[in-house]
Nanobody, 122 residues
């Protein structure tokens, strides 16, 4: 499974960088997605990066321009840089993998981590 880290408490307008590293497997042929789940709500896709030398990206419209997903193949880690955070971004954030291409449907992903909590509040 993946291990997520980097969550925490931040004020509106602040930034956090989440990391996602697999335990026991590589990322070579897999897309990696970040998802979030707020209390009482469904898990939704936030950002995704495809496999391949030239990656493609997906961003949920509410985070486009504020969040950036990237992958470090040397360190086998995927990051989610989150800027201009607002209270609506408060959620548990998870990462998971899917063969090659991205999707915003969580059901296509596997090897879910336990998540990292992000709380945006003044």
């Amino acid at each position: 499974q993946f291990v997520e880290a980097g969550g925490g408490l931040v004020q509106p307008g602040g930034s956090l960088t989440l990391s996602c590293a697999p335990s026991g497997f590589g990322l070579g042929y897999y897309a990696v997605g970040w998802f979030r789940q707020a209390p009482g709500k469904e898990r939704v896709g936030v950002a995704c990066i495809t496999a391949g030398i030239v990656a493609s990206y997906y961003y949920e419209p509410s985070v486009k321009g504020r969040f950036t997903i990237s992958r470090d193949n040397t360190n086998n880690t995927v990051y989610l840089q989150m800027n201009s955070l607002n209270p609506d971004d408060t959620a548990d954030y998870f990462c998971a993998r899917k063969y090659w291409s991205c999707s915003n449907d969580p059901s296509g992903f596997s090897n879910w981590g336990r998540g990292t909590q992000v709380t945006v509040t003044s």
